[in-house]
């Protein structure tokens, strides 16, 4: 099955008892019974439900997976992984990646006894290095969030595999439309669902795929205990977010090629961050593994001040100034304020992310009206 068609009818039954070619939302706590343990296959929610159950299968596939999980949150995904490690175990995670999941790993799981080591993971030397017997699992996210740097998926699944490691990839930025890490060597996929899976900016959800029934039983143990579930409505909207996915890839990519072009152009800006440029560091290697280069992207200023970044921040109007990313419109943000504003400055600062550094969620829109905001923006930056 070709890949626009899986997006389409990934995890679609029509409904057995009304031929409903949508899936319906299960809004139901509990399942009667016929005897005491004999059921449909539904007991309570939190453990099993139709809904969830649909965009379950709908993940897999569109993961090149077996088996997938959804989650109250991208968060709680990830907290759900490292619910598989214990005292003394230890990750070796990327130095630039979301600062809320720096926060889960550096504020909650090091309180626990778990130690985590932040590498640049464009150097496969850099992990190879920091690899004992105590490491258990290699944290990657690819591209990255806010710096846009890429890691070797295959390379590093390499390396995890002959130290007899977990690799985990958090394919957020990418989605499944650009990017298939199980297919280069992960053994899991993390996705803030919330982001391009959903594509509308109305749902908070996370997902886990993973080809391991082994791994996949233990980690619906911990879904199932510690009851960081979607509701049915959540999970329907996922599922119809997904049957748009590849169509919107194609435009969030396409327009987030013209905006990185008219900002590398555009004299008032330093510095732009995304992987389609050829001097991209990790370029040969974002266009082996991706099908495209998305719509994110990160910039500076050469006005290099945090009064500019705030001019510009505040004076588009297609672009809006809020967290998050992956929806059909246009966002902007400011990492150090927002999005990592957990991750303490000095280690910011040593990781390149500046102060001033800007962030774009490039949306759906027309292209021409996106830069044109842009423009409009930075010219009343540079001339305030």
């Avoid at 464009?122 to 740097?149: A, D, F, Y």
């Avoid at 593994?289 to 001019?311: P, V, Y």
């Amino acid at each position: 099955m070709k890949r626009a068609t899986k997006y389409i009818h990934a995890g679609s039954h029509p409904d057995p008892s009304t031929g409903a070619i949508m899936t319906p939302i299960y809004q139901t706590s509990t399942y009667v019974q016929d005897a005491p343990g004999v059921n449909k296959g539904y007991e309570y929610a939190r453990s099993q439900n139709p809904t969830r159950e649909a965009l379950e299968e709908a993940l897999a596939v569109i993961e090149e997976g077996k088996y997938g999980l959804a989650f109250g949150s991208g968060v709680a995904a990830t907290d759900a992984i490292m619910k598989l490690l214990k005292p003394g175990d230890e990750v070796i995670a990327a130095s630039d990646m979301y600062g809320g999941t720096y926060r889960l790993f550096s504020k909650i799981f090091s309180k626990f006894g778990i130690v985590f080591h932040y590498v640049d993971m464009g150097i496969l030397q850099n992990i190879e290095e920091r690899i004992n017997n105590h490491t258990k699992l290699i944290w990657v996210e690819t591209p990255t969030n806010p710096l846009m740097n890429i890691a070797d998926i295959r390379g590093i699944a390499s390396i995890a595999q002959k130290h007899g490691l977990i690799m985990c990839v958090d394919n957020t930025f990418a989605s499944p439309a650009l990017q298939n890490p199980l297919s280069l060597g992960a053994d899991i996929v993390m996705h803030s669902a919330t982001k391009y899976l959903g594509g509308h900016s109305d749902v908070i959800q996370g997902a886990l795929v993973m080809n391991d029934k082994a791994l996949r039983d233990e980690l619906y143990f911990i879904q199932k205990s510690c009851g960081a579930v979607p509701g049915p409505m959540d999970c329907f909207l996922v599922l119809r977010g997904i049957k748009t996915l590849g169509i919107r890839m194609e435009r969030h990519s396409q327009n987030g090629a013209a905006i990185a072009h008219f900002l590398r152009a555009n004299p008032a800006v330093k510095k732009v961050y995304w992987p389609g440029f050829e001097d991209h560091p990790g370029h040969e290697i974002a266009k082996n593994q991706m099908k495209d280069f998305g719509g994110m992207i990160s910039f500076e200023l050469k006005l290099d001040t945090m009064e500019a970044a705030r001019t510009l921040l505040s004076n588009t109007k297609l672009f809006s100034l809020a967290e998050s990313l992956g929806g059909v419109e246009s966002l902007i943000n400011h990492p150090a304020s927002m999005t990592h504003a957990s991750i303490p400055r000095d280690e910011r600062i040593k990781n390149g992310l500046s102060d001033t550094l800007i962030r774009l969620s490039v949306g759906i829109e027309d292209a021409e009206d996106l830069i044109a905001d842009l423009d409009h923006a930075i010219q009343l930056t540079v001339t305030s």
